[in-house]
């Protein structure tokens, strides 16, 4: 397989998981999308999203197409080690986490991984779902089967409580 | 469609049009990657490619992934309107190119397909291929239809004389 056919692997493995959530969310509450980036999945997420859930979005810097920059009150930037315990203290119900978080540098996307799961069992609610392109690990977060059609290991589906 | 669809249509068009160019090449020569960014095309290239033809590959900066690194004497780092000419001077046969040049800024991306249509006119040799993520023109560069499941004007194809 080559890097061409792995990477459309993994975006329609993402897309199958961002579908398969939006459908499932069955509690209210926003939406996190953490690593903005360009904004592609952000987009999809507002596309797919009804019913008026805020969308949070996280990035250390703001890099995302003009079309898909998120209005300032649910955009933050910074060290997601700081952006995200704030917005934790903020108490806002979150029903749905995304995490795309893996970079080129493996220990440190391990590092972020490590620190995210506990984080995030704290931030959404009972009931809520975590996307995530690395493995988290946290009691809270019960690990569920992708939907059909994304590769085990491809994307870490979890469901709290 | 949200930006992630569209990118994933941009790029399973672009795999369907790779393998079909792979698949028709009649030919012998070199491949030309004009372009080669990450090197997810490249790394397809090189593994659909079989019998030893040559793929070079030309960018800027290299920037591609550790594992999609192309030998040195097939790499062609620098200004495209100066390695292309320079490689063109030597005389290489060409059997098929794939340019994926586009970039934010669409005016220089136009400027740059301007020049490169007539430019690969005198690279590639006659029957071969030409696949851009640019409209190309030049004489001698005919349009043919890009294969079933290509969207129109989603990639553009063309074959030498």
Known sequence: MSRLDSFIRRLEAQRLCLDWAVSSL??????????????????????????????????????????????????????????????AAKRVPVALAHADLGSGDAAAT???????????????????????DQPLDAPQLRRVEPPAGVPADRYFVYRRG
Chains 1, 2 share one sequence.
């Open 26 to 87: 069955d509690a209210p509450g926003a939406v996190l999308e953490l690593g903005l980036g360009n904004g592609r999945t952000y987009d999809h997420l507002r596309e797919r999203i009804a019913g008026g859930r805020p969308i949070y979005a996280f990035d250390r810097h703001l890099a995302a197409h003009p079309a898909c920059v998120p209005p300032a009150e649910t955009l933050c930037l910074g060290e997601l080690r700081e952006t995200l315990p704030a917005f």
């Open 110 to 132: 391990a590092a972020l991984a490590a620190w995210l799961g506990p984080m995030l069992a704290r931030v959404v609610g009972d009931g809520g779902l975590v996307l995530s």
